[in-house]
């Protein structure tokens, strides 16, 4: 089991930035898959962005080209930079773990993943 600890959430004005981190505590190697989720109030869990072992980033289009994903594996951290931030970017973000994803499209599934951090509040205002 992997303990996963978000920092860096906050309020931010619309187009402006933030930097969130996502620290994993395990007695093994750094996660194969961290990926970042977030939900806003009355809707599901989307997926936001994920990054493999090797450094392999995935997104989801709502978020490409603003948001930056990166880790650290030394650190077992993994960073979600945000830009150009809008206030449909508001809601609770996590990050996840995963080791075993039987495809590409598993990364996207909230289900498929293993362990999750307790999130951070983002909030975006217009």
């Known amino acids: 089991q992997v303990q996963l600890i978000e920092s860096g959430g906050g309020l931010v004005q619309a187009g402006g930035s933030l930097r969130l981190s996502c620290a994993a505590s395990?007695?093994?190697?750094?996660?194969?898959?961290v990926g970042w989720f977030r939900q806003a109030p009355g809707e599901e869990r989307e997926f936001v962005a994920g990054?493999?072992?090797?450094?392999?980033?995935y997104y989801a289009d709502s978020v490409r080209g603003r948001f930056t994903l990166s880790r650290d594996n030394a650190k077992r951290t993994v960073f979600l930079q945000m830009n150009s931030l809008k206030p449909e970017d508001t809601a609770i973000y996590y990050c996840?773990?995963?080791?075993?994803?039987?495809?590409?499209?598993?990364?996207?599934?909230?289900?498929?993943?293993?362990?999750w951090g307790q999130g951070t509040q983002v909030t975006v205002s217009s």
């Open positions: 996840a773990a995963g080791e075993v994803f039987n495809s590409e499209a598993a990364y996207y599934r909230a289900q498929e993943y293993d362990d």
């Open positions: 395990s007695r093994t190697e750094s996660p194969y898959f």
């Open positions: 990054i493999t072992w090797r450094g392999t980033l």
